[in-house]
């Protein structure tokens, strides 16, 4: 399973209003500054800015205790997140991998579906469900997962391995070989120089030895 990308910062931007100026009347010619009120909507968007940044900050602290192998105390720093900020969707993958980690595949397939209902077009989610349902031995359902991953236009050596690897097991060899064979093209076509691409490349050459993450630490 493909290593995560980074928790991104997601920006709101605040409209804040400016200070009310009031003029006195009369004898009093005085100028007094009276600070304005929060319509509703303003006090939402700013309780929600100060619940991103508190998930954030959860999940910032949960990586580095996930860099030093705690995927445990991890877990529970991206659990916090997600009680912040229910819909900071970083904390849900980061929770997940966590939960890989750790051999928790139930617990990595609830945010892994949590994922894909808030975002059901990303491809790279739908490679890592397949690899944990393979590990439940949900094969059908694993495939399924690599057959969508691969519809959305991925262009990930390791999803066409992930399948290859299902395939072999249900006893397809011509669908295997032919997806073996495709994303040896694909990662042959890859920049070596680039990051991404040594993250990506195909890491076997035949059905049955199938790749997973990294598994030495928890990845943005």
């Known amino acids: 399973m493909k290593r995560f990308s980074s928790a991104v910062l997601i ?8 200070n009310d100026r009031s003029f006195a009347a009369g004898n009093r010619d005085a100028n007094e500054n009276i600070a304005s009120t929060p319509t509703p909507e303003e006090a939402a968007i700013q309780a929600a800015y100060k619940a991103r940044l508190a998930a954030r900050a959860a999940a910032d602290a949960g990586f580095f205790l ?8 991890a ?3 991206f ?12 904390a849900y993958r980061l929770r997940a991998d966590a939960c890989v980690k750790m051999s928790d595949w139930a617990g990595a397939i609830v945010d892994l579906d949590t994922l894909i209902r808030l975002d059901p077009n990303y491809p790279e989610i739908f490679n890592e469900r397949g690899f944990v349902r393979r590990q439940l031995g949900d094969l059908r ?3 399924d997962d690599f057959d969508r991953c691969i519809a959305l236009g991925t262009d990930l050596p390791l999803a066409y391995g ?3 690897e299902v395939e072999h097991m249900l006893g397809d060899d011509i669908a295997a070989a032919a997806d073996i064979a495709h994303a040896q093209l694909l990662a042959a076509t890859m920049p070596a ?8 490349r195909i890491q076997h050459a035949s059905p049955g030895t199938g790749t997973s993450n990294n598994r030495k630490g928890i990845t943005r």
């Not at 920006?11 to 400016?18: D, E, F, K, V």
């Not at 996930?66 to 105390?73: E, P, R, V």
């Not at 659990?79 to 970083?90: G, H, M, R, T, Y």
């Open 141 to 143: 359902g694993a495939r």
């Open 162 to 164: 992930n399948r290859a």
């Open 79 to 90: 659990s916090q997140a997600i009680e912040l900020d229910p819909k900071f969707s970083p």
């Open 66 to 73: 996930g860099m030093t192998g705690d995927f445990n105390a």
């Open 193 to 200: 120089s680039t990051p991404s691409a040594r993250k990506n």
């Open 75 to 77: 877990r529970k720093k």
């Open 11 to 18: 920006g709101i931007a605040l409209c804040t209003s400016g």
